[in-house]
């Protein structure tokens, strides 16, 4: 669809949400991925009865920032008190 990386845009917004009425009224469960957890709500109120919301990769990787950020955080305020 040519917007790789922006799963927000309206067109590609007007063709999931297509495809989960398509889907629903065929009697059939949807399910879906996003990271993105305002998507997830709109799949959700779209009909949506399986909504993934993250990946392993992606925890992992939020998981290893928050870690490092404390980390990192807590070793500069150690330097500036001089311990």
Known sequence: MGYL???AAVEVQAAVEDALKQ????GKATVILT???GLAQR???L???FVAVGS???LLSAGTAELRAAFTAA???AKL???
């Open 47 to 49: 009909g949506a009865r």
């Open 75 to 77: 070793a500069l305020s």
């Open 5 to 7: 990386g922006n799963p």
């Open 43 to 45: 799949y959700l109120d």
């Open 56 to 58: 392993d990769v992606g």
């Open 23 to 26: 889907i629903i009224s065929r």
């Open 35 to 37: 990271s993105d957890r």
């Open 81 to 83: 008190t001089g311990y």
